[in-house]
């Protein structure tokens, strides 16, 4: 069983900057692919970024460049660092594990069986 709370999230301006954080449950924490998610009003849940176990990232192409995705292994937790933020970027972000074992982390939702509750982000211009 694996449990993820994320907080962090809020309101900024456009160009802002904000650091989300997603504390996880479970022993092999370091074995897991972890992601972060979004998810905006009327639109399907998409990848922002994952992490593997080794340490290899993937962004989504919107976020390149803006977003960090970076995790403490023995704080169990998860980061992602957003700069340049867009109003575009407003949406719900949630993370997500995925705890199968992959040799690689996909970018497809459906592949994560884990998630938290979510953090809203709302970027104003």
């Known amino acids: 069983q694996v449990q993820l709370v994320e907080s962090g999230g809020g309101s900024v301006q456009d160009g802002g900057s904000l650091r989300l954080s997603c504390a996880a449950s479970?022993?092999?924490?370091?074995?897991?692919?972890m992601g972060w998610f979004r998810q905006a009003p009327g639109k399907e849940r998409e990848v922002v970024a994952n992490?593997?176990?080794?340490?290899?990232?993937r962004y989504a192409d919107s976020v390149k460049g803006r977003f960090t995705i970076s995790q403490d292994n023995a704080k169990r937790t998860l980061y992602l660092q957003m700069s340049s933020l867009k109003p575009e970027d407003t949406a719900m972000y949630y993370c997500a594990a995925d705890v199968a074992g992959r040799s690689y982390c996909s970018m497809w939702y459906l592949m994560y069986g884990y998630w938290g509750q979510g953090t809203q982000v709302t970027v104003s211009s």
């Open positions: 992490i593997n176990k080794d340490g290899s990232t």
């Open positions: 479970g022993r092999t924490y370091s074995r897991y692919c």
